[in-house]
Structures are given as C-alpha cells and as structure tokens.
C-alpha cells in the first residue's frame, strides 16, 4: 500500500481533560485509488490528513509511506518526505496574487532545488491536464473558485507525488462545479497512479471513490461505496 494508517492514537491535552481526535484509526491507500473520508465538523477528519501528511506525530501507532514507517523520522526528514512523495490540496487554495497560474506551479519545482526553466513543459502539461490550457498566464483575479482550485490541485502534482491529500476541496463551490472537481481528483489519480485521500464534509460529492469512509468522534468505518452523480462523471471537464 502507498498509504498506511494503522491503530492510530491521537490527542490532545484540553484543560484538565484529554480528548482523542483519533481512536485506534485504521486506512490503508494503494496506487490508482482514491479514498473519500465524510464526517461533521470535529469528528476528526482533518487530524486524520494532518498525521497522514506527517504534519503531526501520533501517541500511537504506525503510520507507512511508500512502504517506509515514518512516525519516528526527524522534522527535516518528515520534511523532505513530503516534499518528495506527498501532494496537499488544502482547503483554500492561498495563490499569491502576483503570481500566474503556471508561475504557482514552478515555484514548487524551485523549492524542490530543480530549476524552473526546465519545469516549464511539466507545469504546462499539468495545467492542461486540469483543464487551463490556454490560462497559464492568468492571475488569481483573473481565475474563477474552480479554476483556483484547479492550480490548487496541479501545484499539488507539480513535484511527481505518490500520495495526495485533499481537505475539503469543494467548500467554496456551488454543486455542479464542486462535483467536477471530484471527478477531476478521480481522474487524476487514475491516470498518474495516486493514492488519494479526500476530506470532505458533502455527502453528494462522493462519486468516483473506490472507498468511503465516515468518521465520528475519532472512529473511522467503512461505508458502502457510491456511484457517479450524473453531472460529473470520470472524463468531464469544466470550462
């Protein structure tokens, strides 16, 4: 498996009290499938992705990536993890305004230490795959949310990740345009072979994922799987 969670343990101290955000959690992720992950706000789902992406360490038990047990690297080894294996989708998509769409995604490759010049062809093919040919040079005022969210997702892919993380990525769209970028993660992690994890509190934007997951109060459980809503199957595309 890319991706594996297995009897995790997270808490936090609150006052004279503790509360577990994570109790004895349990997913695992392989290449090519994307995993959706519901619950209500507080249930725990964001401290899910935040051990997933090695942003918090566990009390307990074992977190794999890429085959590799990561829960006892150091920060700077956690860091060069994620530079070199995760992708993070976060919520707002927080594109500096002065940057065009395909300047947001040669400043990943120029933090990963590869030269931007030579990155061009790859930010460019990933634009494209996302459905922004022709925007690259678009600044975010010039984007529309889906659009944002669409540099949002190729940055994400910009350095050749295995795993990809995506909280809630449809928060700031209405419907249809929420339900294409679902269809565009499943896509995407099809095609370049990702094992994807995705938050989401919309219960109509679950098309496409091989598995779903509900969480409640720190539990995870497996759902019944869901079909494709009618308006955004694998392959459409969003003007």
Do not use: C
């Amino acid at each position: 498996m890319s991706l594996s969670l297995t009897d995790i343990v997270l808490t936090y101290p609150d006052g004279e009290r503790t509360l577990t955000a994570l109790d004895r959690v349990s997913l695992a992720v392989g290449a090519g499938e994307l995993a959706a992950v519901t619950g209500p706000s507080g249930s725990g789902k964001s401290s899910l992705l935040a051990v997933a992406a090695t942003l918090i360490a566990p009390d307990s038990g074992e977190v794999r990536i890429a085959g590799r047990e990561v829960t006892g690297l150091s920060p700077a080894e956690r860091s060069r993890l994620r530079r070199d294996h995760l992708g993070i989708v976060f919520q707002q998509p927080n594109l500096p305004a002065s940057l065009t769409a395909l300047d947001q995604l040669l400043v990943m490759a120029h933090l990963s230490g590869r030269s931007p010049r030579k990155a061009v062809p790859r930010a460019r093919e990933l634009l494209d795959a996302v459905g922004l040919s022709g925007k690259e040079h678009r600044r975010p005022h010039r984007l529309s949310g889906g659009e944002r969210q669409r540099v949002n997702i190729a940055r994400a892919l910009m350095n050749g990740p295995e795993i990809l993380l995506v909280d809630e990525p449809t928060s700031a769209l209405d419907h249809e345009r929420g339900a294409r970028i679902v269809a565009l993660l499943a896509d995407l992690t099809a095609e370049h072979g990702l094992a994807t994890v995705m938050v989401t509190h919309d219960l109509g934007h679950l098309g496409g994922a091989r598995a779903v997951f509900s969480m409640d109060d720190g539990r995870l459980a497996r759902r019944a799987p869901a079909a494709w809503p009618d308006a955004a199957r694998p392959g459409d595309r969003v003007g």
